[in-house]
């Protein structure tokens, strides 16, 4: 079966690091993704991998190992804007995106 | 470009009338996408279209539910009769084949 796990909710201090990770098992896989949704918006565009290592943009980061079947989203510098849900996304061999149900991430001051 | 556009935003009917909710993707767009967001089930995929021809509709959970795209850049997604479980966000996505989608604001529909 295709499968996506991620952490439920996660906290962190403003100004601090976190690290929400991701396992999947698809059938076939063609790249992974993370989207960020604020509470009652759309979800929207963070970052996709395809090979293995890190791809930086800004303050966020994201890790993919392929072998491992896991992926991980790196946020620094922590605000009170990134309060939202961060959902992983794989995209399988019929290049459809099997989603994760989401993190939410709650920061505090 | 005005992003993926949906209407209406929101949508409030009473159990057994036809609800009816509109996509307009982002012109270039070869992919379109339904969606379905709840909090007991997250965000499912109903069903996606090619160059306006469905390609998948696995996710559409039964015959009450039916979508089409009768051109490049119009879609709609219809429930006839509605329940209260249809209760949810629906989100429509486009993609430029089959990589990043963008998504719409999304319709709250709520079935009384």
């Known amino acids: 079966g295709q499968n996506i796990d991620q952490p439920t909710e996660m906290t962190a201090t403003e100004g601090a690091i976190v690290q929400i990770n991701c396992t999947y098992q698809?059938?076939?896989?063609?790249?992974l993704f993370w989207y960020q949704q604020h509470a009652a918006e759309a979800p929207t565009f963070l970052s996709y991998?395809?090979l293995d290592g890190l791809e930086e943009k800004g303050r966020f980061s994201s890790f993919l190992s392929r072998s491992k079947g896991y992926s991980y989203l790196l946020l620094k510098e922590l605000q009170m804007k990134d309060s939202a849900s961060y959902l992983c996304?794989?995209?399988?061999?019929?290049?459809?995106?099997?989603w994760g149900a989401g993190t939410k991430l709650i920061i505090k001051p | 470009d005005a992003g993926v556009i949906q209407s209406p935003r929101h949508e409030v009917t009473e159990m057994g009338q036809e609800v009816t909710l509109r996509c307009k993707p982002i012109s270039g767009h070869d992919y379109l996408f339904w969606y379905r967001q709840t909090m007991m089930r997250g965000l499912e995929l109903l069903i996606y279209f090619n160059n306006n021809v469905p390609i998948d509709d696995s996710g559409m959970p039964e015959d009450r539910f039916s979508a089409k795209m009768p051109n490049a850049s119009f879609s709609t997604l219809k429930i006839q009769p509605s329940e209260p479980r249809d209760s949810a966000v629906y989100f429509c996505a486009s993609s430029y084949r089959e990589v990043e989608q963008f998504f719409g604001p999304g319709t709250r529909l709520t079935v009384l």
């Open positions: 991998n395809v």
């Open positions: 996304a794989s995209l399988d061999s019929n290049y459809q995106l099997i």
């Open positions: 698809t059938s076939g896989f063609n790249g």
